[in-house]
T-cell receptor, first 115, second 110 residues
């Protein structure tokens, strides 16, 4: 398998612009996670889906952030409008099931810089 | 609330043994995971402990004591390639929702 695929790998945008991050989980995995990583806040879970349904979005910072999973092989994380404080590395991860012992497989991440 | 505490940095020499500690506070507990992340890379899974005791995987071992709310990752026969950040992560429910510690940066010196 190709692993978790994320695009774009790098994104530079200006404040106020819309940003869309994309993720393709490993085939057959039922759970998908979106994380944000910064030096200050570490690795934070933003939202996760199980069987394409959002289960927990308590980590989504504010209404500017939204995530969708229209099917088992695709998810998006959108930021509208973007702000400089959104600059971070955004990781998507997937796992076979929504249980604590399941390994989460991370994608390579999207490095976002908002100017 | 839930939190996991780890030292921010650890330094060791090649060939040595190093232990990275993790203490946690959770309202519930469903196991402790460890992930490795090389600079510029993605986190990768190392181990998971659901019960007390030691789990060994090659040069890496992970230990858990639920009564002490404590765990550690033990790296033996350190190699230069082990220089990375190591994260402990836990969940308060039997779901995939993990809270990550702030990470420990391990520097292995020749």
């Amino acid at each position: 398998d190709a692993g978790v695929i994320q695009s774009p790998r790098h994104e530079v945008t200006e404040m106020g612009q819309e940003v869309t991050l994309r993720c393709k989980p490993i085939s057959g995995h039922n759970s998908l996670f979106w994380y944000r990583q910064t030096m200050m806040r570490g690795l934070e879970l933003l939202i996760y889906f199980n069987n394409n349904v959002p289960i927990d979005d308590s980590g989504m910072p504010e209404d500017r952030f939204s995530a969708k999973m229209p099917n088992a092989s695709f998810s998006t994380l959108k930021i509208q409008p973007s702000e400089p404080r959104d600059s971070a590395v955004y990781f998507c991860a997937s796992s076979l099931q929504d249980t604590a012992q399941e390994t989460q497989y991370f994608g390579p991440g999207t490095r976002l810089l908002v100017l | 609330g839930q939190s996991l505490e780890q030292p921010s940095e650890v330094t060791a020499v090649e060939g040595a043994i190093v232990q990275i500690n993790c203490t946690y506070q959770t309202s519930g507990f469903y196991g402790l995971s460890w992930y490795q992340q090389h600079d510029g890379g993605a986190p990768t899974f190392l181990s998971y402990n659901a019960l007390d005791g030691l789990e060994e995987t090659g040069r890496f071992s992970s230990f858990l004591s639920r009564s002490d709310s404590y765990g550690y990752l033990l790296l033996q026969e350190l190699q230069m390639k082990d220089s990375a950040s190591y994260f402990c992560a836990g969940g308060s429910s039997n779901t995939g929702k993990l809270i990550f510690g702030q990470g420990t940066t391990l520097q292995v010196k020749p």
